[in-house]
């Protein structure tokens, strides 16, 4: 089974940003991919961005130019960039490897 360690979560100002990090235990990491999801209060988990593997990416399009995935194979991390922040970003943000590991999530709060 795969770690997977979220942080960088926080309170932000609508129009802000923030960029989340998930730490990633084992060489599998490399071959993997990896999403990011959120959950709000009473609504189910949502997928927010993916990466393969290879690098290619895919957007929810509720995030499509604001929201920017990575990967750095070598420190076995993926990264969300979110930026331009509003208040239905808040969530509980997860990472996710190959649809089976998850993190614990870290809480993202968009308010004034």
């Known amino acids: 089974q795969v770690q997977l360690v979220e942080s960088g979560g926080g309170l932000v100002q609508p129009g802000g940003s923030l960029r989340l990090s998930c730490a990633a235990s084992g060489s599998i990491f490399r071959i993997s991919a990896m999403g990011w999801y959120r959950q709000a209060p009473g609504k189910q988990r949502e997928l927010v961005a993916a990466i393969s593997s290879g690098g290619i990416k895919n957007y929810a399009e509720f995030v499509k130019g604001r929201f920017t995935i990575s990967r750095d194979n070598a420190k076995r991390t993926v990264y969300l960039e979110m930026n331009s922040l509003k208040p239905e970003d808040t969530a509980v943000y997860y990472c996710?490897?190959?649809?089976?590991?998850w993190g614990q999530g870290t809480q993202v709060t968009v308010s004034s």
């Open positions: 996710n490897r190959g649809g089976v590991d």
